[in-house]
C-alpha cells in the first residue's frame, strides 16, 4: 500500500508561481512512475504532468508545457511540481499519482494507469 500526501496549493495572482509536493509512504517510491492530474469543478480530471521512476524522463501536456516543471527526490519519497506562469485557467485541485508497476519506461497519462492517489490541494489563480 502506498499513501501519498500532498502540499503547496494555495492562491496565486495570475502569472505567479506555486510549488506542489507530494510525499509517498513505502519503500519502493523509487520504482514508480510519478504523475500529477488535475480536476476542476465540472470537469474530468486532466494530466498535468509524469516523471519516469529514474527522473531521466518526463511527459506534459501542450497546455503546462514550458510552465510547469515536474521532479522527483528519490532520497526523500518526495516528487514536486512546479508552477510558473500560472494563469486563471489553471485553478483546480491537484491531484499526485503513483504508477505502482515497477521500474515503467512508458509515461502514462491516462488516470487508469495509476493505482495510488493523493487527497489533493487546492490551486486558486485570480485574474
Known amino acids: 500500500q502506498v499513501q501519498l500526501v500532498e502540499s503547496g496549493g494555495g492562491l496565486v495572482q495570475a502569472g505567479g508561481s506555486l510549488r506542489l509536493s507530494c510525499t509517498a509512504s513505502?519503500?519502493?517510491?523509487?520504482?514508480?512512475?510519478m504523475g500529477w492530474f488535475r480536476q476542476a469543478p465540472g470537469k474530468e480530471r486532466e494530466f498535468v504532468a509524469a516523471?519516469?521512476?529514474?527522473?531521466?524522463?518526463?511527459a506534459y501536456p501542450d497546455s503546462v508545457k514550458g510552465r510547469f516543471t515536474i521532479s522527483r527526490d528519490n532520497a526523500k519519497n518526495t516528487v514536486y511540481l512546479q508552477m510558473n506562469s500560472l494563469k486563471p485557467e489553471d485553478t483546480a485541485v491537484y491531484y499526485c499519482?503513483?504508477?505502482?508497476?515497477?521500474?515503467?519506461?512508458?509515461?502514462?497519462?491516462?488516470?487508469?494507469?495509476?493505482?495510488?492517489w493523493g487527497q489533493g490541494t487546492q490551486v486558486t489563480v485570480s485574474p
Open positions: 513505502g519503500r519502493t517510491f523509487s520504482s514508480y512512475v
Open positions: 516523471i519516469r521512476w529514474s527522473g531521466t524522463g518526463t
Open positions: 499519482a503513483a504508477d505502482p508497476r515497477p521500474y515503467r519506461v512508458a509515461l502514462t497519462t491516462t488516470p487508469g494507469a495509476y493505482d495510488y
